[in-house]
């Protein structure tokens, strides 16, 4: 069993996204993961989107810098009180010095950037010696485990399953499901050591977040959903954010070694002294 974090973070990422019921499941159970982790600083957060993940995750008092590409996100990081600074620039080319950074953080975040292996080179550029590099990205299983194709063939209907797993990749804005070896390989060409490379977000969850993610917004889907889940849509705010926490909380809580298949991996590697 996978150690557990005092916070009771489901609950709180719902109360910041209580329209976003599988955004805050899978965010929370990352936080559960990584709040576990020593990030000795200073801080990289990279690919830091809005900074909500960097706030509950870090929370004040961190020397944290935040980067990503998207300007409306780092308006929004800068006034999330999670970052020193924040800046805008491409990941494969990072303008700081070598050995600037203690810790880097990318959280779901390899598998959009066509040229991961330049983030890895930069990314062991810019640790110092003795620094960790923290990353979680998509597994080679991720989209075997969704529900909605699995439903979708249920039914007969076979061409629309391949049609949704098709426009998977195009809506998630992913490039790549390396396996671990891969991941390994790459990490130990730029003289980074595996610390853990472990897999989490079990089959249970990834189709729970598929059901929720895209059963209750896309309306060719919809005659696929429970309709215990369609009422909450009719419910108030703080009764709806309630029972999501209750329904949610197994699969925030189950184990992220449990069964043979999981979407994701949590890779942590260092810089030899």
Known sequence: MARLHPRDYLAEYLQVSPTLPSFALWRAVELRLLATETFPG??????????????????????????????????????????????RADATALPFADAAFGSILAN?????????E???????????????????????????????????????????AEAYLADFDRRLAHHHYHSRDTWAAMLERHGLQVARLDPYLPAPVVAVWDLMEHALTQPVYRVLDRRELKALALCPRGLRTWLLTRYLRRYYLMDTAAGERHGCWLAVAHKPQ
Request: a positive charge; one cysteine or more.
């Open 118 to 160: 330049a983030v890895i080179a930069e990314a062991a550029r810019v640790l110092r010696p003795g620094g960790r590099l923290v990353f979680t990205v998509p597994a080679p299983g991720l989209k075997g485990c969704l529900s909605i194709p699995e439903r979708l063939r249920a039914r007969g209907e076979a061409a629309l």
């Open 42 to 87: 200073p801080i990289l957060d990279l690919g830091c989107g809005n900074g909500q993940f960097a706030r509950f995750l870090f929370g004040p008092g961190r020397e944290v810098i935040g980067l990503d590409l998207d300007w409306g996100d780092l308006r929004q990081a800068q006034r999330s009180g999670a970052y020193r600074a924040v800046l």
């Open 108 to 116: 779901c975040v390899l598998e959009h950037i066509p040229d991961d």
